[in-house]
């Protein structure tokens, strides 16, 4: 069981950068999948970036490579999602997530996200 809370969303200009955190508590959370997922007026919610915090190992949308980077620090149960040159259609009301794996990640099981955070809002201007 692990519960998220995100922050530091607001707003931003095109060229600037934000970074988002997602906090985490419960015992098992090094062991999970966090996921970064968004949501814009009228679209689905897609996935955004992704971390294993036991490894490392981070996954990025097409759309963010290069731009954004997820990272972590284990030791205060955060992770983070740094947003370099962001751009308008970054607006997005953006969610963390627990997952066991990040497969769950990779392969849009976004049902398999059992653990989501309230969200926050990222607005991103000319």
Excluded at 90 to 106: K, L, Q
């Amino acid at each position: 069981q692990v519960q998220l809370v995100e922050s530091g969303g607001g707003s931003v200009q095109a060229g600037g950068s934000l970074r988002l955190s997602c906090a985490a508590s419960g015992s098992a959370y090094s062991a999970m999948c966090i996921g970064w997922f968004r949501q814009a007026p009228g679209k689905e919610r897609e996935g955004v970036a992704a971390i294993y915090a036991a490894r490392f190992t981070t996954y990025y949308a097409d759309s963010v490579k290069g731009r954004f980077t997820v990272s972590q620090d284990n030791a205060k149960n955060t992770v983070y999602l740094q947003m370099n040159s962001p751009k308008p259609e970054d607006t997005a009301i953006y969610y963390c997530a627990a997952a066991r794996s990040c497969m769950s990640w990779v392969s849009h099981r976004n049902y398999e996200f059992n653990h989501w955070g309230q969200g926050t809002q990222v607005t991103v201007s000319s």
